[in-house]
């Protein structure tokens, strides 16, 4: 199930939020936090340079929330 539309963008708006304000200034540069929605569950993850091939971009996984609609929140 989805996300209530609402719900959406409300989470993405507070992440946007989150992972601009989380990291600033010249790390910017190599490190990133970012987040994906799909379906029911938000993913956010860390995005850094691949140690052996700076051009790359690897995604590290920090934390997945679930929506539940029966969890009255």
């Known amino acids: 199930m989805a996300l209530p ?3 959406k963008k ?4 507070k992440l946007k939020r ?3 304000k989380k990291l600033r200034g010249k790390v910017h ?3 990133k936090i970012n987040f994906r929605i799909r379906g029911d569950h938000v993913s ?7 140690f052996l091939a700076p051009e790359k971009w690897v995604e590290i996984p920090v934390a997945q929330f ?3 609609p029966k969890d009255k929140m």
């Open 10 to 13: 409300s989470v993405e708006d």
């Open 18 to 20: 989150y992972c601009k």
């Open 44 to 50: 956010l993850f860390e995005e850094r340079r691949a």
């Open 5 to 7: 539309e609402l719900l």
């Open 66 to 68: 679930r929506y539940n």
């Open 29 to 31: 540069d190599d490190l």
